[in-house]
Nanobody, 115 residues
Framework: EVQLVESGGGLVEPGGSLRLSCAAS????????MSWVRQAPGKGPEWVSR????????YYADSVKGRFTISRDNAKNTLHLQMNSLKPEDTAVYYC????????WGKGTLVTVSS
């Protein structure tokens, strides 16, 4: 059974940082592209970032480029998202998703950016 479990969300002030993690199991993690997707209150899902299976290529939405960094540890089956210079508009539930078509999703972790 595929499982994706996100953690690391919480309340942070504007300008602050958070590091999200996603623990994966039930599939060959090191062979699969991984992504982060977020959904703000009252809005549809927004793709945030993607990383290739080997970690050698990464892509970012313009809204987070230069502030967020995606990474992965294939030995530990873990995906990360380092989020710096957070803004109120980054407030959302953040999901990790597995596969080039993002077929598997976790249940998400809530990030709230507010003073």
């Amino acid at each position: 059974e595929v499982q994706l479990v996100e953690s690391g969300g919480g309340l942070v002030e504007p300008g602050g940082s958070l590091r999200l993690s996603c623990a994966a199991s039930g599939f060959i993690f090191g062979s699969v592209e991984m992504s982060w997707v977020r959904q703000a209150p009252g809005k549809g899902p927004e793709w945030v970032s993607r990383i290739y299976s080997g970690g050698d290529r990464t892509y970012y939405a313009d809204s987070v480029k230069g502030r967020f960094t995606i990474s992965r540890d294939n030995a530990k089956n873990t995906l990360h998202l380092q989020m710096n210079s957070l803004k109120p508009e980054d407030t959302a539930v953040y999901y990790c998703a597995a596969g080039s078509s993002m077929i598997w999703w976790g249940k998400g972790t809530l990030v709230t950016v507010s003073s």
